[in-house]
């Protein structure tokens, strides 16, 4: 009696033994969970600035996708609509913190970033929009960066290089004096315009209840004598001007910034209307070098058009992100708060080469340092002018 009962510990024992061995050797939920790091944005992904958001959410996932193949740190992207309104970006926020974001892509555009960026500060979760530019999205935000140029620099630059350029003697300005956007780049433009070589002879608003109808900007570029319009606004009423501009046969130069790109694929817009229009951006889709071939060519493939600027500022975040992970040893299990912190050191000290430039660096306020480049629009594309 007593070899049984010791018979029937025994396999007890065993099966005791195996069952515990094949549950070590199981991950256990929590590691499975902190073998990627989440990565959160909002942006337009529907409305009328869904060109720029959905352009953003393409490219940030290429760029996740590739860095999951090298194996290594693993990235999980999730975008969030917030229709370009800053309301419901703060609710598109709210939800990725209640995903587990850890690192964010901030906002896409200016207005919600305005809001979304003051919570990213708040709650030390780390930030670096592709595309929201004016600088007080960043200014007094330790922790919140821009991959764009920021609205004075782009106003700056267009100025000189109108002027270095020469490419008009006589300059209209239309822009829209409830954006910020807009409004941040147009007092730039004109401060640096003084004792340039070309004179400021038409300034017109609009607002974006009256962006319509622009026959009395147009009047008052044409009255003037305006030999070059400056656009700094988005592509949707510049899209208007065109057309109308086109309707009373006014025919200037046309010179706009980056909120412009997205014209050419915008639905209903015949794109001969875009011929010749000239602008700054940091990315040119026609450029021949490998890095950029290989991702016009995999934008192509999966999405059937050909990726505009903020595409490519979206796609470089996530790889600057990736550098400066794994510059500061970052992994999958640290909290948002730890992550923020190696993030700002990085930022600030790294240097990152991407589509959008070379040798890139940021300040300490988290703007960029990069050269814009001028295009030129040519059949229904972007043409290098230098």
């Not at 821009?146 to 003697?169: R, V």
Request: proline letters at 3%; aromatic letters at 10%.
């Amino acid at each position: 009696m007593k070899k049984i009962i010791a018979v029937v510990c025994a396999i007890l024992m065993l099966s005791v033994s195996v069952v515990a061995c094949t549950a070590s050797n199981k991950p256990a939920a929590s590691d499975q969970t902190a073998t990627v790091i989440k990565i959160g944005a909002t942006g337009p992904l529907t409305g009328g600035a869904a060109i720029y958001g959905q352009a953003c959410a393409n490219a940030a996932q290429i760029a996740v996708d590739e860095i999951n193949a090298l194996g290594g740190l693993q990235f999980e992207l999730r975008y969030e609509d917030d229709a370009h309104d800053p309301e419901k970006a703060v609710n598109a926020y709210a939800a990725l913190k209640d995903w587990g974001a850890q690192v964010t892509l901030g906002s896409v555009t200016t207005k919600p970033a305005l809001a979304t960026s003051q919570l990213n500060f708040e709650d030390n979760l780390f930030a670096i929009t592709p595309s929201a530019s004016a600088v007080d999205v960043v200014k007094g935000k330790s922790n919140v960066f821009q991959m764009c140029f920021t609205d004075p620099n782009q106003g700056t630059a267009s100025a000189d290089y109108i002027a270095s350029k020469e490419l008009g003697t006589k300059v209209a300005i239309i822009y829209n004096n409830g954006d910020a956007y807009s409004t941040g780049i147009y007092q730039t433009f004109v401060d640096e315009a003084a004792g340039k070589n070309f004179e400021i002879v038409s300034t017109t608003t609009f607002t974006d209840e009256t962006a319509t109808d622009f026959s009395a900007q147009i009047a008052d570029a044409k009255d003037n004598g305006a030999d070059l319009v400056f656009l700094p606004i988005y592509y949707q009423p510049a899209s208007l001007i065109l057309k109308q501009c086109k309707d009373v046969g006014y025919a200037p130069k046309f010179f706009g910034v980056d909120g412009m790109d997205g014209i050419l694929t915008m639905e209903g817009f015949d794109p001969t209307l875009a011929e010749g229009v000239m602008l700054l951006t940091p990315f040119n889709a026609d450029a021949s070098d490998e890095k950029t071939v290989n991702f016009v060519k995999k934008y192509q493939e999966k999405f059937g058009e050909i990726p505009n600027q903020f595409a490519a500022d979206a796609y470089d975040c996530v790889y600057a992100i990736y550098q400066a992970c794994q510059n500061g040893n970052v992994t999958a299990d640290m909290t948002a708060e730890q992550i923020n912190e190696v993030l700002k050191v990085q930022f600030t000290s790294m240097t990152f080469n991407g589509l959008t430039g070379e040798n890139m660096t940021w300040d300490v306020e988290g703007m960029v340092s990069k050269e814009p480049k001028g295009m030129v629009i040519q059949n229904g594309g972007y043409v290098g002018m230098e």
